[in-house]
Nanobody, 125 residues
């Protein structure tokens, strides 16, 4: 079982930055592709970004491209999401997730096997 714990959320103003972290424990972190998803109030969970096992390939949702950066440190068993130029529409609970299946990176949440409990990000205008 892989345990994931997010941190780093908070209340910020539009234009500010935040860095989310996701600490993994229980299994070899490098064995998983990783992703960030978010759920805004009243909306379904949506894909934000994902990254392959070595950290060399990443994809982003159009809504965050150019503002957010996903990265991982396999030596520290940690996934990151650097969020710059935050907008009120980025307000959501952010979740990290792990995909144990080998293959192409997925933006579909049902293909991820392990999830963290989420961290709240609120961006005021």
């Amino acid at each position: 079982q892989l345990q994931l714990v997010e941190s780093g959320g908070g209340l910020v103003q539009a234009g500010d930055s935040l860095r989310l972290s996701c600490a993994a424990a229980g299994r070899t972190f490098e064995g998983y592709a990783m992703g960030w998803f978010r759920r805004a109030p009243g909306k379904e969970r949506e894909f934000v970004a994902n990254i392959n096992r070595r950290g060399g390939t990443a994809y982003y949702a159009d809504s965050v491209k150019g503002r957010f950066t996903i990265s991982r440190d396999n030596a520290k068993n940690t996934l990151y999401l650097q969020m710059n130029d935050l907008k009120p529409e980025d307000t959501a609970v952010y979740y990290c997730a792990a995909d144990e299946t080998y293959g192409e990176l997925s933006s579909r949440d049902y293909e991820y096997d392990y999830w963290g409990q989420g961290t709240q990000v609120i961006v005021s205008s």
